[in-house]
């Protein structure tokens, strides 16, 4: 029942964010101009405060650089989790948040000379469902970080320190 009004209610959040983002797509300002991602990714942000409070939906708004850019608690301890992400190609980075079921994205595509601006409205695992070998990946990656990052790790008591550097793409 919970995935069911989650699913629902992100739709009815998706379809109203598309609305407003192809209607003032000229305005909003998202496409990255020299290199500054955090401008046209906080305007992003706002489009999608937008939408939430004018369906009274109440939220949580993630810090910067956090996964989750919106927390919605649709019941004691059950969240509606949305990140929004942006892109100016046909790729999406996740960076180290490996999408899951227990994330919905709004993918804002700005367009190109060949491709209109689109909004897309996705449950992560929907992103992942035709490369599961990406989850025996993570197994492997979290098998190294627990062996050589971690605080129990082999090389603790060593001057020199490492840590992976994950980065999830999409190319949609």
């Known amino acids: 029942m919970n995935k069911l009004y ?4 992100f739709t009815i959040i ?13 305005q909003l300002n998202i496409k990255t101009i020299r290199g500054n991602t955090q401008n046209s990714e906080r305007n992003s942000i706002i489009l999608v405060k937008k939408v939430l409070d004018e369906l009274s939906i109440k939220y949580k708004e993630a810090s910067s650089q956090q996964s989750k850019d919106f927390r919605i608690e649709i019941l ?3 969240y509606l989790n949305i990140e929004i992400k942006k892109t100016d190609s046909k790729n999406v ?10 994330i919905y994205y709004i993918i804002l595509f700005t367009g190109n000379r060949t491709i209109k601006p689109k909004c897309i409205g996705i449950n992560g695992y929907d992103l992942i469902k035709n490369d599961l070998w990406i989850l025996e990946y993570e197994k492997e990656l979290k098998k190294i970080k627990d062996k050589y990052c971690g605080l129990k790790s082999l090389v603790k008591k060593h001057n020199m320190k490492v840590y992976i550097c994950i980065s999830h793409t999409l190319c949609v």
Do not use: W
């Not at 989650?6 to 209610?9: F, M």
């Not at 998706?14 to 000229?26: E, G």
């Open 14 to 26: 998706h379809k109203k964010v598309d609305k407003l983002y192809q209607q003032s797509i000229n």
């Open 76 to 78: 004691k301890d059950e």
């Open 93 to 102: 980075f996740f960076n180290d948040t490996m999408p899951n079921d227990d």
């Open 6 to 9: 989650k699913d629902l209610l």
